[in-house]
């Protein structure tokens, strides 16, 4: 199993970002899938979740202003960020999610995306 996120970059606060990740293996249409983030000293963090059937969970820094969504057929996993702020500044990651704790499970783990939002 392989993931590769891109998409990343340098924004002012109030602009968007459209995060991708491509998943090689037949892991990703059966299971859900998560994006998480990073910043440096601290523990990786859940955003947004996706069951395999498309069913969304927001945590609360994401509800209204992040959409994830995903294509089984292209095995694609997207992110779209509005209203960006500059403490969503970390490194986003995307991984296959258990579906009842909401955390990364498997150990797959892309090389991640960098976003930074300037204030």
């Known amino acids: 199993a392989q993931l590769m996120e891109f998409g990343g970059g340098l924004v002012q606060a109030g602009g968007s970002l459209r995060l991708s990740c491509a998943a090689s293996g037949s892991f990703f249409s059966v299971n859900a899938m998560g994006w998480f983030r990073q910043v440096p000293g601290k523990e990786r963090e859940l955003v947004a979740a996706?069951?395999?059937?498309?069913?969304?969970h927001y945590t609360d820094s994401a509800k209204g202003r992040f959409t994830i969504s995903r294509d089984n057929a292209r095995q694609m996993l997207w992110l779209q960020m509005d209203s960006l702020k500059p403490e969503d500044t970390a490194m986003y990651y995307c991984?296959?999610?258990?579906?009842?704790?909401?955390?990364?499970?498997?150990?797959?783990w892309g090389q991640g995306t960098q976003v930074t939002v300037s204030s």
């Open positions: 996706i069951s395999s059937g498309g069913a969304s």
């Open positions: 991984a296959i999610t258990d579906t009842l704790t909401l955390h990364p499970m498997g150990g797959y």
